[in-house]
Antibody, heavy 116, light 107 residues
Framework: EVQLLESGGGLVQPGGSLRLSCAASGFTFSSYAMSWVRQGPGRGLEWVSTISDNGYTTYYADSVKGRFTVSRDNFKNTLDLQVNSLRVEDTAVYYC?????????WGRGTLVTVSS | EIVLTQSPGTLSLSPGERATLSCRASQSVSGSYLAWYQQKPGQAPRLLIYGAASRATGIPDRFRGSGSGTDFTLTISSLEPEDFAVYFCQQYSISRTFGQGTKVEIK
């Protein structure tokens, strides 16, 4: 079955860190760019980061640049997002998504809550 | 940054009716690099349309995307019960940004 499954979310204090992961199955992971998109409470969708198929090129939204780091392991078919220096406004469901420009497969998301 | 404004915010319709959703960009979306997604409560978004008018795999032909430049439209020709959801547009001409969504609710 073609799917993406995120994990790693949780409650963290402002300034804290988390590592989000996404396990891919059912497609040739190494052939596709992958992205993270988040959705804050009651808010719309916000693109966060994209990584190329080979992992050599990364892109970030200005709101997370310098704080978040995307990486992938094409042997394990996993995508990661290291999120540091978290702010209250980073509170959101983080979705792993297949694609570079538009996203044709999404996971169910993992919730990150930043609160003291 | 290209800002996408969707209207209306909420559309109240009955099954079988036609839904017309608008997405207006703050500047021209070159190459018609615009996508539409459907999201139901508690679920991830699902890609419906890309390239402004191309249906994604498995999307029924009652969903039709159109438009160019700054004005884009998603039309659902005859609403099925499973179509009541929130719809987002997204441009990928300059980076990637999403509209705030249109909720299609049962009247």
């Amino acid at each position: 079955e073609v799917q993406l499954l995120e994990s790693g979310g949780g409650l963290v204090q402002p300034g804290g860190s988390l590592r989000l992961s996404c396990a891919a199955s059912g497609f040739t992971f190494s052939s596709y760019a992958m992205s993270w998109v988040r959705q804050g409470p009651g808010r719309g969708l916000e693109w966060v980061s994209t990584i190329s198929d080979n992992g050599y090129t990364t892109y970030y939204a200005d709101s997370v640049k310098g704080r978040f780091t995307v990486s992938r392991d094409n042997f394990k078919n996993t995508l990661d997002l290291q999120v540091n220096s978290l702010r209250v406004e980073d509170t959101a469901v983080y979705y792993c998504a297949k694609g570079k420009w538009f996203f044709d497969l999404w996971g169910r998301g993992t919730l990150v809550t930043v609160s003291s | 940054e290209i800002v996408l404004t969707q209207s209306p915010g909420t559309l109240s319709l009955s099954p079988g009716e036609r839904a017309t959703l608008s997405c207006r960009a703050s500047q021209s979306v070159s190459g018609s690099y615009l996508a539409w997604y459907q999201q139901k409560p508690g679920q991830a978004p699902r890609l419906l349309i890309y390239g402004a008018a191309s249906r994604a795999t498995g999307i029924p032909d009652r969903f039709r995307g159109s438009g160019s430049g700054t004005d884009f439209t998603l039309t659902i020709s005859s609403l099925e019960p499973e179509d009541f959801a929130v719809y987002f547009c997204q441009q990928y001409s300059i980076s990637r940004t999403f509209g705030q969504g249109t909720k299609v609710e049962i009247k």
